[in-house]
């Protein structure tokens, strides 16, 4: 089947202690299960080698918004806190144990592979190259210069039938202006059509 594959570790973490990590990976796993509800195709995630971990995606269009979303999930825990993120969409299988460590296929192999050539200031690729690379590269650029209350407003309205912003306010507990001003800040207008034409390309 046809999979997007998002292969991830946390930057700098080796300047964490092992409570800050794993606080880390708890957010990575609770934003997997919240995309895990957006399709009803499978979704898995798992960690591994520490500060590794990996989630695949069944509906391959979500990846941009996926990954997104784990970042600004990420910067609301801690206004440091970010992962890199390797993207792939390619023939995959999923175990029926759904252990995410037992699945196989070349989009691991390349989104693995991809991980290991993201260096410097680059934190997210796309290993098509291209114009879904550039996406992803423009979107990570953006996404390195989130606040944490910009992130708080974009884990509302990032997932698909978000609902409206005056719902997200009062979730936050704050003005729908002050979600406006965030998301405006956030690049979120640009990036939500990004996803948008990454979703449904015309």
Not at 37 to 50: I, K, Y
Not at 106 to 116: A, T, Y
Request: proline share 5%; with cysteine; net charge neutral.
């Amino acid at each position: 089947m046809t999979l997007t594959v998002l292969t991830g570790d946390i930057v700098d973490s080796t300047k964490l202690d092992s409570a800050a990590l794993d606080r880390a990976m708890e957010a990575l796993s609770d934003a997997a299960l919240v995309i895990s509800a957006w399709d009803s195709a499978p979704c898995l995630f798992g960690r591994n080698s520490g500060d590794g971990w990996q989630l695949a995606l069944g509906t391959p269009s979500r990846g941009l918004r996926a990954a997104l979303y784990i970042r600004a999930c990420l910067r609301r825990l801690d206004k440091t806190m970010t992962t890199r993120i390797a993207i792939a969409t390619a023939e995959g299988q999923l175990p029926d144990n759904l252990d995410i460590n037992s699945a196989h296929g070349p989009v691991f192999v390349s989104s693995g592979r991809l991980l290991d050539r993201i260096s410097g200031h680059t934190h997210m690729a796309h290993a098509a190259g291209g114009a879904l690379n550039a996406t992803v590269v423009l979107a990570d650029h953006i996404a390195q210069g989130w606040t944490q209350a910009q992130a708080r407003s974009l884990c509302e309205l990032l997932p698909p039938d978000a609902g409206p912003r005056e719902d997200a306010a009062k979730r936050l507990g704050v003005s729908r202006p002050a979600v406006n001003q965030a998301l405006w800040g956030a690049g979120f207008p640009a990036l939500d059509q990004a996803i948008k034409d990454w979703e449904h390309p015309r």
